[in-house]
Each structure stands twice: as C-alpha cells, then as structure tokens.
C-alpha cells in the first residue's frame, strides 16, 4: 500500500479541528464540558485547523522544494502524535499543557526543515526566510503563552506565525492563483530580495510592540503590509483568470491592511478586527493552498479551480462569516450577541462543508493525470 503524503493526513484533521472549533459556540449550553467554549475555540483554531493545515503543508512541500527525502516513519508518528495532544490539551482549561505540547511540534517542524536544508543542492526559495522567521515566532509566542502573557501570546503566535507565512508564501501563491507569472520569486535583483527579508524582520518587531500594548504598531503593521501587496506581491496586476481563487487571494490581500488600520483606529475592539485577518485571511488562503495542493499533488488539473462554482461558495460564505463576526463585536444586547456568534458559525460551517464536499475526496483518490503536477 502507497504511503500517504502528510498532506493527505493533516488536511483532513485541519478540516475536523475546522469544525469542531466552532462547533463549541452550538453546544456550550448544554454544559457538555467545564473550559469557557472561547478558550477551546482559540486553541482549536489555531493549534488544531491552522496548524495541521501548516504541518501537511511543509512536510510535503519542503522535501519537494529541497530535493530531499520525504517525511520519515518517525517523522509521520511524531508529528501525529503532538498533533493530537494539541486537539486534546485544547479542552484543558489549564492551557499550559497545549502550548507545551505546541512549542514541541515547533521543535520538530524547525528540525525537520534544517535536516533537509543543510543537505540540500536546490535553490531555497525566496519565501524560505518568511517560513523560518514564522516558525521562530510560534516558538517565542508559545513560550509567552506558557508563562501566562497571552496577549503577547496572541501576536506573536496566533497573528505572527500565521501573517509571517502568508506573506511569504504568498509571493508565490498571490500569483500562481491569479493565474500571473511570480515576478518577484524570479527576480535577481538584490535590493528586491533584501526588501522582502526586511520587511518580514520589521513585521515581527511590530507584532512584538503591539504585543507589548503600543498602538501605533498596528498603524506600522499597515504601512508593511501594503509594501508587501503593492511592491512584492504586486496585486495592482490584472488577471482575466475565471476563477473564484482569484477573488479569493485579493480578499487576502485586502483584509491584512484593513484588519490593522481599524485595530489602529479603536484598540479596544482589536479581537473585532483581528478576526477579520483570521477568517478572510488566514482561513481563506487555507483553503486556497490546500485546494492546489490537493489537485497538484493529487494528479488533478488545475485548470478545475476555473470551473469549480463549489469555490465561489467558500469565499463568498467565509467572508460573510468575517462580517458577522465583526457584528458580534459592535453588539451588547446577548441574544444580538448569540445570533450574530452563530450566525459566523453557520456560515463558517457550510464554506468548509462545501470545500469538503468537492475536494475531501480529492485529497484521497488520485485523478486522472499520468503524475503529479506539482
């Protein structure tokens, strides 16, 4: 029996913890468990659906990109493993557990990259240094978490570590999605590559003093952003590309300057707006990678992300979800406040259950290409 590649086994874990993680809003009356449903959620999202989508993700990727040997036996067991402590540890209402178990899986995913870095004769692409700096910050992050400061915890390693990636991956994915050449991954010329490497070094300083309360550096984190969309990624470039991942990549783009310029302008709703990076980001390009990865890897042409109307619906709903969760942080009344939480929450489910629907199988059963496109 053929091996599965990571991919295929921390995909559809991401896509459980995806749904268990709002699944808490539907029953936390019911009193089925002790810990707050918003501590779960937290840890679920992040620990769980963010992350296993983040293991698969590199564990697949970087043998390829490295021209090195894929994930070892001990590799697969350690990474499952800590994987599901995580989704364990998240309903412990004692989080230090969780975040012990997540700095470990940071440990492993670090030495499984430097263990084919160092022997590998490949080109690193440019974005490795985003990936690298992410994985430094979940550390960092975990470890404040660990100690109890969780709101340095929270830009470090549920904002840094994801924004860090995205950014950085997405020099390649803005444009492998929108159906444009990745100008700026071909590039030689220095000072680009330089700017690209600063600009992820000053990001990560400003999470840290926005962690540390000063509110200007959420004002920072826009100005950096936009260098990012309009001189790396260059998403002033037209594309007559038919597909919704093409919409979907520039809502991306749009909502990481946005979700800091309003956290900027009222601080004290900063949950508010960062979940405007969680779910029309950070969610959606997910759900954009782990869809060309899946027919990519999966011996799919791509050319099915135009034809897909099952696509159209997993934007469209999770950007309704994102707005309806800012509804629920402008409102007081708590049956408001319930209808608009569950409200986010359907419509979170049924983008996922329409992802699952066209591309769950996908992920499992090979298509109808000779090999592999990636």
Same mark, same amino acid.
């Given at each position: 029996?053929?091996?599965?590649?990571?991919?295929?086994?921390?995909?559809?874990?991401?896509?459980?913890?995806?749904?268990?993680?709002?699944?808490?809003?539907?029953?936390?009356?019911?009193?089925?468990?002790?810990?707050?449903?918003?501590?779960?959620?937290?840890?679920?999202?992040?620990?769980?659906?963010?992350?296993?989508?983040?293991?698969?993700?590199? #564990?697949?990727?970087?043998?390829?990109?490295?021209?090195?040997?894929?994930?070892?036996?001990?590799?697969?067991?350690?990474?499952?493993?800590?994987?599901?402590?995580?989704?364990?540890?998240?309903?412990?209402?004692?989080?230090?557990?969780?975040?012990?178990? %997540?700095?470990?899986?940071?440990?492993? #995913?670090?030495?499984?990259?430097?263990?084919?870095?160092?022997?590998?004769?490949?080109?690193?692409?440019?974005?490795?240094?985003?990936?690298?700096?992410?994985?430094?910050?979940?550390?960092?992050?975990?470890?404040? %978490?660990?100690?109890?400061?969780?709101?340095?915890?929270?830009?470090?390693?549920?904002?840094?570590?994801?924004?860090?990636?995205?950014?950085?991956?997405?020099?390649?994915?803005?444009?492998?999605?929108?159906?444009?050449?990745?100008?700026?991954?071909?590039?030689?010329?220095?000072?680009?590559?330089?700017?690209? %490497?600063?600009?992820?070094?000053?990001?990560?300083?400003?999470?840290?003093?926005?962690?540390?309360?000063?509110?200007?550096?959420?004002?920072?984190?826009?100005?950096?952003?936009?260098?990012?969309?309009?001189?790396?990624?260059?998403?002033?470039?037209?594309?007559?590309?038919?597909?919704?991942?093409?919409?979907?990549?520039?809502?991306?783009?749009?909502?990481?300057?946005?979700?800091?310029?309003?956290?900027?302008?009222?601080?004290? #709703?900063?949950?508010?707006?960062? %979940?405007?990076?969680?779910?029309?980001?950070?969610?959606?390009?997910?759900?954009?990678?782990?869809?060309?990865?899946?027919?990519?890897?999966?011996?799919?042409?791509?050319?099915?992300?135009?034809?897909?109307?099952?696509?159209?619906?997993?934007?469209?709903?999770?950007?309704?979800?994102?707005?309806?969760?800012?509804?629920?942080?402008?409102?007081?009344?708590?049956?408001?406040?319930?209808?608009?939480?569950?409200?986010?929450?359907?419509?979170?489910?049924?983008?996922?259950?329409?992802?699952?629907?066209?591309?769950?199988?996908?992920?499992?059963?090979?298509?109808?290409?000779?090999?592999?496109?990636?």
């Amino acid at each position: 029996m053929k091996k599965l590649a990571p991919y295929q086994i921390f995909f559809p874990l991401g896509v459980f913890n995806a749904f268990l993680a709002v699944g808490v809003w539907f029953v936390q009356e019911l009193r089925w468990f002790q810990t707050p449903a918003m501590l779960i959620h937290g840890k679920l999202i992040a620990g769980g659906f963010l992350w296993c989508f983040i293991v698969g993700f590199l #564990m697949t990727a970087i043998p390829k990109m490295t021209g090195t040997s894929s994930a070892n036996k001990l590799e697969y067991f350690l990474s499952i493993i800590l994987m599901f402590l995580l989704m364990i540890f998240s309903w412990n209402i004692d989080a230090r557990p969780f975040y012990l178990a %997540h700095i470990m899986l940071v440990v492993f #995913m670090i030495g499984f990259g430097l263990r084919r870095l160092i022997v590998s004769n490949k080109t690193f692409p440019v974005f490795f240094s985003h990936i690298g700096l992410g994985l430094l910050l979940a550390l960092v992050g975990s470890v404040f %978490h660990f100690q109890g400061q969780s709101y340095m915890g929270l830009h470090l390693f549920h904002v840094g570590t994801i924004l860090l990636l995205v950014l950085g991956i997405g020099t390649r994915f803005f444009s492998f999605l929108s159906g444009l050449p990745s100008i700026f991954e071909n590039t030689e010329a220095q000072t680009a590559r330089i700017l690209f %490497h600063s600009c992820g070094l000053l990001m990560a300083a400003l999470l840290y003093c926005a962690g540390l309360g000063f509110s200007w550096a959420y004002l920072g984190l826009t100005i950096v952003s936009l260098i990012y969309l309009f001189v790396i990624w260059k998403v002033q470039r037209k594309s007559d590309r038919p597909s919704a991942l093409k919409y979907g990549v520039r809502v991306v783009a749009l909502m990481i300057p946005l979700s800091f310029f309003l956290s900027w302008l009222k601080p004290a #709703m900063y949950i508010t707006w960062l %979940h405007l990076l969680f779910i029309g980001c950070f969610a959606l390009i997910t759900f954009a990678v782990a869809t060309r990865v899946t027919l990519a890897h999966g011996s799919y042409s791509t050319d099915l992300e135009m034809k897909s109307k099952t696509l159209w619906w997993v934007v469209g709903l999770l950007v309704l979800g994102a707005l309806s969760r800012v509804g629920y942080g402008f409102t007081t009344d708590p049956w408001f406040r319930k209808f608009w939480l569950h409200l986010a929450a359907t419509f979170w489910v049924f983008a996922i259950g329409a992802w699952c629907f066209s591309y769950l199988k996908k992920i499992f059963v090979p298509g109808p290409q000779s090999k592999p496109s990636c």
